[in-house]
């Protein structure tokens, strides 16, 4: 853990479990803490220099989010992701990704179409120089990006809960460097798609892309 909470920035609208909570997502995200891994909540009530009281609620928060599982005598452990559960997942972001197409292709402006190639731009400049990591943040960002700008807050709001959770199965997948081309070309299809402000184009590029990254997840894990 590199980032203790004093240093998070503290907004009075929030609860001190909300950015543990956050906090917890981060390394989860960047792989600092992976599936299977035992949460300790003495340490992280040292770490964060709080109580171990909303270390707890933070607990049950990723517990609801289907981030980590309690399990009675043996403690908090980050959830480890099925095959039925992958797939499923992958199902549903495909209707979500499905129903941003539809609606962002009639509305989206020439503003927010150059956004999304210089976020395509910077994901290329990241794959080439063999940084996963910095391109999985970039690859999450690109696609949250293009939810928002739907405008639709409950759309991107269930977007990013199940993003969350496919945050534990996504890094196995970005380690392998040579597959962001695939994923790269795709994403110059979605801006391309949405570029003609067409819904139908728009909804079935990105439907296709969650598919092929379900695809090519399989082939990476499988035995």
């Known amino acids: 853990m590199t980032t203790a909470l004093s240093k998070l920035q503290i907004l009075q609208t929030r609860s001190v479990s909300d950015l543990v909570r956050e906090e917890i997502l981060r390394l989860i995200k960047t792989g600092e803490l992976a599936a299977g891994d035992k949460l300790n909540e003495m340490i992280f009530a040292q770490h964060f220099k709080v109580s171990r009281a909303p270390i707890r609620e933070a607990f049950r928060g990723l517990e609801a989010a289907g981030l980590v599982k309690l399990e009675k005598n043996r403690g908090v452990f980050v959830r480890e992701i099925g095959e039925?559960?992958?797939?499923?997942?992958?199902?549903?972001?495909?209707?979500?990704?499905?129903?941003?197409?539809?609606?962002?292709?009639?509305?989206?402006?020439?503003?927010?179409?150059?956004?999304?190639?210089?976020?395509?731009?910077?994901?290329?400049?990241?794959?080439?120089?063999?940084?996963?990591?910095?391109?999985?943040?970039?690859?999450?960002?690109?696609?949250?990006?293009?939810?928002?700008?739907?405008?639709?807050?409950?759309?991107?709001?269930?977007?990013?809960?199940?993003?969350?959770?496919m945050h534990l199965l996504r890094r196995r997948y970005f380690s392998v460097t040579h597959e962001s081309q695939a994923s790269q070309d795709e994403h110059r299809a979605i801006v391309d798609a949405l570029a003609t402000h067409d819904p139908e184009r728009a909804a079935a590029t990105m439907r296709a892309h969650v598919g092929h990254g379900y695809q090519r997840l399989v082939a990476v894990t499988a035995p």
């Open 84 to 165: 039925t559960e992958a797939r499923e997942l992958y199902e549903l972001r495909a209707a979500l990704d499905e129903a941003t197409g539809r609606l962002l292709a009639p509305r989206v402006g020439d503003p927010q179409l150059k956004e999304l190639r210089t976020l395509l731009k910077r994901l290329d400049e990241t794959a080439a120089r063999g940084d996963m990591t910095l391109y999985f943040s970039l690859n999450i960002d690109f696609h949250d990006r293009i939810v928002e700008m739907t405008g639709n807050a409950t759309l991107l709001e269930f977007y990013r809960r199940v993003i969350d959770r």
